[in-house]
């Protein structure tokens, strides 16, 4: 008896731990799309539908979403549902006794273990006897998708047969609905990015006289390179050419499962904390050139702004992100946030110049120096700082390093030895 006991015991710790896979594989899942769908909310929609209907064994889901008045709210994804019945678009009143309705209004989790059983289904609402003779809906489960404290829409999940939901399913749904919110403000934030570059493409046409055309370059330029051109009057500086850079790429350690697990707002306000922090850093170390994408950080030395220490450069401004981001993750620990930061640096030429199309361009570089601070970057431990050979060569009156062995970097043809900055209790 014991032994079948812990048979089952073991059977079920199995079976709980591949559930927990499916729900991690899920999250990667929805995260890839939605790296990929920025202008274009409906994949998004359609794979977290996907997703919460597996997980959770439900027959048919939905995702509704209300109105700019907020008078009504609308089917704008579903999932098993019959489409004679409740089609894309088709809307209803948000006043109405709807579950959807209801959580909408009240922000609060809906869960109806038997729909047949509801006063608006034996009263004869149309909308519910629809919803139960022609849909099959016996339980039912609606979750809000709150943005700032307000519902601007809901996931519904249905079953055929009469069977609650577990609470472990509606946390769930919770999590879905939040990804689906960051979906809805990633959408929007896009297309108003891509009107605004429209009107700025469409204003730069309009305008007359070189100066006011090379002043509106500030608009898609990064400061220091704007200003360059203008005190140049001329964009010649800006076509392709080979330059020796000191390059630097820093991000966040433990950033993408921080944020499978956080809030929206959580991650906003790291995300913001952390770029305001580096950005000072950077404006105070003379970078010339800054790209940030998420947690991640590019930044290029001696050019267009040219410096006589370029490794040294990027390795200053590397000790001191360190430094401050050490400051950064002791508050953000206190926050239950575990967070951490890695660098790195290569010194090398590159092919430097603007990449793009008129009225949204970047002055970016390319090459192998780039390349390997990329690498290293990645394979950077919380706190430590990799440098290339040469890098370290450049840099080694300056700082103590230690070396770690040549190793194979992804997309780097021959081995490079990579070193470490040490402290001088390490020595």
């Not at 995300?271 to 850093?281: D, F, P, R, S």
Request: net charge negative.
């Amino acid at each position: 008896m014991h032994d079948h006991l812990d048979e089952n015991g073991l059977a079920n710790m199995r079976a709980e731990l591949d559930r927990m896979r499916e729900r991690e594989t899920a999250m990667r899942d929805i995260l890839n799309v939605m790296s990929q769908s920025r202008e274009d909310e409906a994949k998004v929609f359609d794979i977290i539908l996907q997703k919460a209907a597996s997980l959770c064994d439900a027959d048919q889901a939905g995702l509704q979403l209300v109105n700019k008045s907020r008078s009504h709210f609308r089917l704008a994804a579903d999932l098993g549902q019959k489409r004679t019945a409740f089609e894309i678009g088709k809307e209803w009143s948000l006043d109405s006794f709807l579950s959807s309705a209801v959580a909408i209004r009240s922000g609060e989790v809906i869960h109806i273990p038997d729909y047949a059983e509801t006063d608006l289904y034996k009263k004869g609402d149309p909308t519910a006897v629809r919803t139960v003779d022609t849909e099959g809906t016996r339980s039912r489960l609606v979750v809000p998708l709150l943005q700032n404290g307000i519902a601007i829409g809901s996931i519904s999940l249905s079953r055929h047969e009469v069977r609650s939901f577990e609470p472990s399913e509606i946390a769930l749904v919770e999590t879905f609905a939040a990804q689906a919110v960051i979906a809805i403000e990633n959408t929007k934030q896009f297309k108003a990015l891509k009107q605004l570059n429209t009107e700025l493409a469409d204003r730069v046409k309009e305008q007359v006289g070189e100066i006011e055309r090379m002043g509106k370059l500030k608009r898609f330029l990064p400061s220091a390179v704007a200003d360059t051109v203008v005190s140049s009057g001329s964009e010649n500086m800006l076509r392709s050419h080979r330059a020796l850079l000191g390059v630097l790429f820093c991000d966040i350690r433990g950033f993408t499962a921080f944020c499978e697990t956080a809030e929206p707002e959580e991650t906003i306000e790291v995300l913001q904390a952390y770029h305001e922090e580096m950005g000072k850093l950077i404006n105070a170390h003379g970078a010339g050139v800054d790209h940030r994408m998420g947690d991640g950080v590019m930044v290029l030395f001696n050019d267009p702004l040219p410096c006589d220490d370029p490794a040294g450069d990027a390795v200053r401004l590397a000790v001191a992100m360190r430094a401050r981001m050490a400051e950064l993750s002791k508050d953000w620990k206190r926050l239950g946030f575990r967070l951490g930061f890695g660098v790195g640096v290569s010194l090398g030429y590159a092919t430097v110049g603007m990449v793009g199309y008129e009225g949204r361009s970047d002055y970016t570089a390319s090459g192998t120096a780039i390349n390997v601070a990329s690498r290293l970057c990645e394979m950077a431990e919380d706190g430590e700082i990799l440098l290339s050979t040469r890098a370290a060569v450049a840099v080694e009156d300056d700082f103590r390093s230690v070396s770690t062995g040549e190793i194979t970097l992804k997309g780097i043809r021959e081995p490079v030895e990579v070193f470490r900055i040490i402290e001088c209790e390490e020595a």
